[in-house]
């Protein structure tokens, strides 16, 4: 593989918080330095700046935190004008590191305002609703919990859907930008995944269901609906009827088969949950209690269905070429061959000629895991967007660009 001879790349966000934003901003300035560029803005506006579109991203894929970044990009904004808008306008050394390359749009910057907003409609009644109801104090304290606890999320996304509404997003619609940009949520009361973007009508996919009744801010706010801390996003669909969805990675964790269903011929995949591997600096994770042994069992989780579908991929690869390996050392008809292939490829969903790059922390950068989700300190954003960084340098040296 060759990138530069590469027709249509794509770039595949997954999720993880602030912390995952701020490293595939790292893995983004990788990209750059390796002479990547970002296309994003209308139609207009991508045909005069990259009307030489090679090694140039213009198809976005995101789920939670990853739809934020993604969004950005596809809207146009450059990578130091994302950054500044994290860092809220502080000074660091990242700051300075920025101010190398000139801001195109400054962003207002982000806030825990807009991230958190309070899910005042549930969980403030959650108190009154116990004293008053008597029964449920004779259905014992099973039944207490159960009913007590009918909490959605503490706080929703709908200041995350405002910020992009307002300060990011001149057209809300899918259809203005000049780029391609899927937006990955899960559908609450259901089971399948559903991608938001600019389709010609909506239809489904056995378990995937692509959708074209959301804006780009509601898409972006439903994707970042992590419960139990947020809850589930309301969006109408075309007949009116509202319908909840939350993150998008629920089901997959890395949804690059939307890139490659979509035209994509290399698709760049970031994503940033790595399990903590022991270190002498940080100990054994029994000593740090609850909280962690928990994330390590989650990023464990996680890392597994990353890994499988990571093998699924080879090993379809590995099949297919096999057969046509089969087929030419035995001299069979061509017509049987690529008939039998397409036929294969069509059963498993290949793509021929799809090429795949995988970016993810080093384990040994354990900073990575014991950094919160959501903070918003200057100093450790910047220490999360260097990590970033050297991942993608690293994935990026043993690629033939």
Do not use: W
């Not at 990955?184 to 259901?190: F, K, R, V, W």
Request: charged share 20%.
């Amino acid at each position: 593989m060759r990138v530069s001879e590469k027709k249509k790349l794509a770039l595949v966000l997954s999720g993880g918080g602030i912390k995952a934003a701020a490293f595939h901003l790292g893995v983004c300035l990788a990209l750059r330095e390796k002479g990547f560029k970002f296309a994003g803005g209308t139609p207009e506006e991508v045909q005069y700046k990259h009307a030489d579109d090679r090694m140039t991203f213009k198809i976005y894929v995101g789920s939670s935190a990853g739809s934020v970044v993604s969004t950005f990009l596809a809207a146009g904004y450059d990578i130091e004008s994302i950054i500044e808008a994290f860092q809220q306008g502080s000074e660091s050394d990242l700051r300075k590191f920025t101010r190398r390359r000139k801001v195109v749009a400054r962003l207002k910057p982000i806030t825990y305002r807009d991230l958190f907003a309070l899910n005042g409609g549930n969980f403030m009644s959650f108190v009154p609703n116990v004293v008053r109801r008597r029964s449920l104090v004779t259905g014992g304290l099973e039944a207490l919990v159960k009913n007590g606890f009918k909490i959605n999320g503490l706080f929703t996304t709908r200041g995350i859907e405002k910020y992009m509404r307002r300060h990011v997003l001149p057209d809300n619609r899918f259809a203005s930008l000049g780029v391609q940009l899927f937006v990955i949520a899960t559908q609450l009361n259901h089971s399948r995944k559903v991608i938001f973007g600019n389709f010609p009508e909506t239809y489904k996919v056995k378990t995937t269901k692509y959708a074209n009744f959301a804006t780009i801010s509601d898409a972006v706010a439903a994707s970042t609906s992590l419960p139990p801390v947020f809850a589930p996003y309301p969006i109408k669909n075309q007949k009116g009827k509202e319908l909840f969805f939350f993150d998008g990675e629920i089901r997959d964790t890395l949804s690059t088969h939307v890139a490659a269903d979509h035209g994509a011929d290399l698709v760049i995949a970031s994503y940033s949950f790595q399990p903590y591997h022991y270190t002498p600096a940080m100990g054994s994770l029994h000593h740090y209690g609850i909280p962690l042994i928990v994330n390590q069992a989650l990023y464990q989780v996680i890392q597994q269905k990353v890994d499988k579908h990571i093998e699924h991929q080879q090993h379809i690869a590995a099949i297919m070429q096999a057969v046509d390996g089969y087929f030419r050392q035995a001299q069979l008809p061509d017509e049987h061959r690529e008939k039998l292939l397409e036929i294969l490829a069509k059963r498993v969903n290949y793509r021929p000629g799809v090429d795949y790059i995988y970016i993810h922390p080093n384990p040994t950068d354990y900073e990575m895991f014991f950094v919160d989700h959501f903070s918003l300190s200057p100093a450790i954003l910047e220490r999360i967007v260097h990590i970033g960084f050297k991942a993608g340098i690293q994935v990026l040296r043993k690629v033939d660009l």
